[in-house]
């Protein structure tokens, strides 16, 4: 069993950054391939971003080139670095990991193990 926990959300004003970060306890992550996910107001959750145990990267065409996935297995840490915000990133932001792959997934239905979410708020 793998226990997540986000932190780092809050509130932004557009074009500021943000760091969230994830930390997992129960059993090391290093070979599991671990995404990140996000829900916003009155909408599905959607896919952000993912990494895999060798740290090959895939990201959601919205947060390419803003966002940035990264892990530290050393600490079983899983973190976003999200640059240039916007009003849209706003959401309740999930880690994710995988028990059974080293792969990167964009489908939340491959991961395992999620933690509770931590919100995050854009504003104009």
């Known amino acids: 069993q793998v226990h997540l926990v986000e932190s780092g959300g809050g509130l932004a004003q557009a074009g500021d950054s943000l760091r969230l970060s994830c930390a997992a306890s129960g059993r090391t992550v290093s070979d599991s391939g671990m995404g990140w996910f996000r829900q916003g107001p009155g909408k599905e959750r959607e896919f952000v971003a993912t990494?895999?145990?060798?740290?090959?990267?895939y990201y959601a065409d919205s947060v390419k080139g803003r966002f940035t996935i990264s892990r530290d297995d050393a600490k079983n840490m899983l973190y976003l670095q999200m640059n240039s915000l916007k009003p849209e990133d706003t959401a309740v932001y999930y880690c994710?990991?995988?028990?059974?792959?080293?792969?990167?997934?964009?489908?939340?239905?491959?991961?395992?193990?999620w933690g509770q979410g931590t919100q995050v708020t854009v504003s104009s």
């Open positions: 990494i895999s145990f060798v740290g090959t990267t």
């Open positions: 994710a990991v995988r028990r059974h792959s080293g792969a990167y997934s964009s489908t939340s239905r491959a991961y395992d193990y």
